[in-house]
């Protein structure tokens, strides 16, 4: 992670400036037992499939990423410069752990796993995506997801 006295001074600024809301201490919602939930993911981490448009900086929009995806079609399009790509380029359940939710599912500690994750090009203003997470909300409907794991970077 890039100290931020080392970031272009541009960048410092809109950090700076960035607001941070504070949410309350306590659930969203109760639901069903996580043996019996629908989980999709949701990255930040800028991949998408070999393919698609690549992101670029301050995209609000999604990509979609289909179960079953060989991580050898996904690619990392991020254009943040303090961004360590290191563990993706070794395994990339260090930030989308595609496999790790399969096995979670086997084993039935979840549900299932949804059909389609997803990932945002994260180096972006959160308030631009308001509409981009909408309507993401609800193609997971469609799909039964009632669980989502965020995966910031």
């Known amino acids: 992670?890039?100290?931020m006295q080392n970031l272009p001074e541009a960048s410092q600024k809109n950090l700076?400036?960035?607001?941070?809301?504070t949410f309350e201490a306590k659930p969203w919602v109760t639901g069903k037992p996580l043996s019996a939930r629908r989980v999709a993911m949701i990255s930040s981490s800028g991949?998408?499939?070999r393919d698609d448009k690549r992101f670029a900086g301050g995209e609000s929009g999604y990509r979609e990423i289909p179960d079953g995806t060989p991580a050898e079609d996904i690619i990392m399009s991020h254009v943040s410069v303090n961004y360590d790509r290191t563990g993706y380029?070794?395994?990339i359940n260090t930030?989308?752990?595609l496999d790790r939710m399969k096995e979670l599912a086997a084993d039935g500690t979840i549900g299932s796993v949804a059909k389609?994750?997803?990932s945002f090009m994260g180096a972006t203003d959160p308030r631009k995506m308001e509409d981009?997470?909408?309507a993401l909300a609800q193609r997971l409907k469609s799909d039964d997801?009632?669980?989502a794991i965020l995966l910031p970077v």
């Open 1 to 3: 992670m890039v100290l």
């Open 16 to 21: 700076s400036n960035l607001e941070c809301p």
């Open 47 to 49: 991949i998408h499939l």
């Open 89 to 91: 380029q070794q395994d």
């Open 95 to 97: 930030i989308f752990p």
């Open 116 to 118: 389609v994750h997803y």
């Open 132 to 134: 981009e997470a909408r």
């Open 145 to 147: 997801v009632d669980s």
